[in-house]
């Protein structure tokens, strides 16, 4: 069984730009989660879905914007980037209200 | 305060040393996580405990429901072990500590 993936791993942005992040969850997981990691903090939770609903959101601003795929793989967009939205961004892949998760190994983000 | 404190933030240990990361939190939980974080940033999952005491090599995962704490013991420590440990809990979604980093000098 392959394990999530994210895409890309790194990536610079100029501030104003808008960014896709991708993720494809573990085989046989139906929800994923999103979470920001700023430089030597633990990461904090910006949202998840389950069967290609949002169902639980974090502290960040509607410029924050997800995606569940049928495939249950996800996206994870963020417009009118700033300075301070670079971080490492990780994905989770669980099933249901199982309580494991699967990460990513997370996209780099640098906005410049 | 955060919902999950770790301790202590910065461990530097000699090779064969005990270790103990301590985990306290203060919201009722399904489940407590230890991940480790290496510097490349991904995250792999060490234990997911609701209760008593998990073992997986040389490394340990305890939790007190009652009292909101757990810890995480790595015995006969290797300069391998050197990464960012990090205390999780799920009530409705998980909720991180900010992580201890250890390091492990030969």
């Known amino acids: 069984e392959t394990g999530v993936t994210q895409s890309p791993t790194h990536l610079i942005k100029t501030r104003g730009q808008q960014v896709t992040l991708r993720c494809s969850s573990q085989?046989?997981?139906?929800?994923v989660s999103w979470y920001q990691q700023a430089l030597g903090q633990g990461p904090q939770f910006i949202f998840q879905y389950y069967r290609e609903e949002e169902n639980g959101r974090g502290n960040f601003p509607p410029r924050f914007s997800g995606l569940q795929f049928p495939n249950y793989s996800s996206e994870l967009n963020v417009n009118a980037l700033e300075l301070d939205d670079s971080a490492l961004y990780l994905c989770?892949?669980?099933?249901?209200?199982?309580?494991?998760?699967?990460f990513g190994s997370g996209t780099r983000l640098t906005v410049v | 305060k955060n919902e999950v404190e770790q301790s202590p933030q910065n461990l530097t240990a000699q090779e064969g040393e005990f270790i103990t990361i301590n985990c306290s939190y203060s919201v009722g939980i399904s489940a407590l996580h230890w991940l480790q974080q290496h510097p490349g940033g991904g995250i792999v999952s060490l234990f997911m405990?609701?209760?008593g005491k998990k073992k997986h090599g040389r490394l340990i995962a305890t939790i007190n429901i009652q009292e909101k704490h757990s810890s995480l013991h790595i015995t006969a420590s290797h300069p391998r072990d050197s990464a960012v440990y990090i205390c999780a809990v799920r009530y409705q979604k998980l909720v991180f500590g900010q992580g201890t980093r250890l390091t492990i000098n030969p």
């Open positions: 989770a892949s669980s099933v249901g209200q199982d309580p494991g998760y699967t």
């Open positions: 405990l609701s209760s």
């Open positions: 085989s046989g997981h139906n929800t």
